[in-house]
């Protein structure tokens, strides 16, 4: 079986045979399977003759199921990882033996250890006694509020100040305004 590698910036695009290792510009070294290489051709689910690059797997998937929709009815999604399609009685197979599953549960173990690092404490705060009582503290004999009536002692005491003005009587400003302060 052939492996297309597609081109880069640094270098052209190369078919090697499944003996003949992928060669890097002038390196003799094979390189390692690694599985977050998005150059990294993977077999469609639904076409067994569809070969796509691992970065435009998810994409593909989707358009193949609109394609297929009896195939996709029969394949199942694994919980852990979105682009393992299987038939539906694999599934709980798959799922024991995921490779996905068991960096999903180291990470939920490192988590529990992180929560427990960081726990907030529970809160030791009480409501202080008071003792206050509103009732007891209302003023009763206080006068009863009037919308637009002051009570204000001061204002009600105050002179109307004088003005001095030479307008005529009929340019004047009125002495009083028409709502009481």
Same mark, same amino acid.
């Given at each position: 079986?052939?492996?297309?590698?597609?081109?880069?910036?640094?270098?052209?695009?190369?078919?090697?045979?499944?003996?003949?290792?992928?060669?890097?510009?002038?390196?003799? %070294?094979?390189?390692?399977?690694?599985?977050?290489?998005?150059?990294?051709?993977?077999?469609?689910?639904?076409?067994?003759?569809?070969?796509?690059?691992?970065?435009?797997? !998810?994409?593909?998937?989707?358009?193949?199921?609109?394609?297929?929709?009896?195939?996709?009815?029969?394949?199942?999604?694994? !919980?852990?990882?979105?682009?393992?399609?299987?038939?539906?009685?694999?599934?709980?197979?798959?799922? #024991?033996?995921?490779?996905?599953?068991?960096?999903? %549960?180291?990470?939920?173990?490192?988590?529990? #250890?992180?929560?427990?690092?960081?726990?907030?404490?529970?809160?030791?705060? $009480?409501?202080?006694? %008071?003792?206050?009582?509103? /009732?007891?503290?209302?003023? /009763?004999?206080?006068? %009863?509020?009037?919308?637009?009536?002051?009570?204000?002692?001061?204002?009600?005491?105050?002179?109307? !100040?004088? $003005?001095?003005?030479?307008?005529?009587?009929?340019?004047?400003? !009125?002495? $009083?305004?028409?709502?009481?302060?």
């Amino acid at each position: 079986m052939s492996t297309l590698r597609y081109g880069t910036s640094l270098g052209p695009a190369t078919v090697s045979s499944a003996g003949d290792p992928l060669r890097n510009g002038d390196e003799d %070294t094979v390189k390692p399977d690694d599985p977050s290489d998005p150059n990294k051709l993977l077999q469609c689910p639904y076409d067994k003759n569809h070969q796509i690059r691992a970065c435009r797997f !998810p994409y593909h998937l989707l358009k193949c199921r609109k394609n297929h929709p009896k195939l996709a009815s029969e394949l199942k999604t694994c !919980p852990f990882n979105a682009k393992h399609l299987m038939p539906k009685h694999e599934l709980s197979h798959h799922i #024991e033996n995921c490779e996905d599953r068991r960096s999903v %549960t180291i990470e939920a173990e490192a988590n529990t #250890e992180i929560q427990r690092k960081f726990q907030v404490p529970v809160s030791t705060w $009480t409501n202080p006694v %008071t003792e206050e009582d509103w /009732d007891k503290e209302a003023d /009763d004999h206080a006068a %009863t509020f009037v919308w637009g009536v002051s009570t204000n002692q001061l204002i009600q005491n105050k002179p109307e !100040p004088r $003005t001095t003005n030479n307008l005529t009587p009929g340019l004047r400003a !009125p002495r $009083t305004l028409p709502w009481k302060l």
